[in-house]
């Protein structure tokens, strides 16, 4: 079994920056395309960042783009998101997938892939 433990995130007043993290661990651990997903209440989940196996594609939804950077680190298993110029409009919950298995796209992620447990990003005004 796979587990995605993530960290960071909390209360951040608009303007300051947040660090996220996603730690994978598991026998069955692939190491295969990863992203960052958020939802905000009564809003669909949303792709907000996604980075390829090795690390050298990434890809950002509009909103995300020049603020957030996604990053791995593959010899800890952990995949970053560092969120800056945070809005008030970032408030949701964010979480992070692994694909469980491989993909051509690696933007793509379905409740069959490995998730972690969520974390509250909240950004006052």
């Known amino acids: 079994q796979v587990q995605l433990v993530q960290s960071g995130g909390g209360l951040v007043q608009a303007g300051n920056s947040l660090r996220l993290s996603c730690a994978a661990s598991?026998?069955?651990?692939?190491?295969?395309?990863m992203a960052w997903l958020r939802q905000a209440p009564g809003k669909e989940r949303k792709l907000v960042a996604a980075?390829?196996?090795?690390?050298?594609?990434?890809y950002y939804a509009d909103f995300a783009k020049d603020r957030f950077r996604i990053s791995r680190d593959n010899y800890k298993n952990t995949m970053y998101l560092k969120m800056s110029n945070l809005k008030p409009e970032d408030t949701a919950v964010y979480f992070c997938?692994?694909?469980?298995?491989?993909?051509?796209?690696?933007?793509?992620?379905?409740?069959?892939?490995?998730w972690g447990q969520g974390t509250q990003v909240t950004v006052s005004s």
């Open positions: 598991g026998r069955s651990y692939n190491g295969n395309a």
């Open positions: 997938a692994a694909q469980k298995y491989y993909r051509e796209s690696y933007g793509i992620f379905g409740d069959d892939d490995y």
């Open positions: 980075i390829s196996r090795d690390g050298k594609s990434t």
